[in-house]
């Protein structure tokens, strides 16, 4: 009995890059904050998360074509460090310099301390009740959204469509320009 190639197969479906799915997820949240006005800074910091989460795990793709079984394995596997010093690693190896001026590095560091802070759940110093942010002025007292009323943390000015989309354009480059660095062998299309 013959056995059905892989892409027949339906049992035998092929795997779907961890990246390529949250970058995807990034696009169909940027569209959406597009559509909706009121809450859209929630949205845009959740595309922003989803950045960072991709550049992380395109990280974890390229570090073991890059390094091969050190990268998962060893007394101190990469795949361990810091995800600042797997940047700085990665980029070694695939040629691509990350240092200033350079626009990606920026967007790059920030998208990985948005996502630090974030993700441990940092607190952020807010300026007491009553006293607007000097980055965003006070909202009407008919505001209809008291949630919109809420005193924005340092983050607050990422969350912006301007801001989003020119981060998802530097993060492309940064990857590009690390995907052309990878090993020919194992190498799939970008798909972003």
Known sequence: MTRPAPDEDPAIAPSALTYVELWRGAEL???????EQSGSRWVFLS?????????EAYLNHAGPLLFGAAWNEGRQPHRDKDV?????????????KLEAPYKYRTVALTLLELRESLGQASQVRLAPPGV?????????????DPAELALDP??????ERSVVLEYRTQLRSLLAKLHAGLPQQGRSPLSI
């Not at 949240?29 to 559509?35: H, I, N, S």
């Not at 595309?47 to 550049?55: A, E, K, N, T």
């Not at 797997?86 to 190896?93: F, G």
Request: glycine share 4%.
């Open 29 to 35: 949240l940027t569209r959406k904050a597009g559509e």
């Open 132 to 144: 607007t942010s000097a980055r965003r002025p006070a909202l009407p007292d008919s505001a209809s």
């Open 47 to 55: 595309v922003l998360m989803l950045l960072s989460f991709c550049l």
């Open 154 to 159: 340092a983050w607050s000015p990422y969350c």
């Open 84 to 96: 600042k010093a797997r940047l700085r690693l990665v980029c070694a190896a695939c040629g691509v």
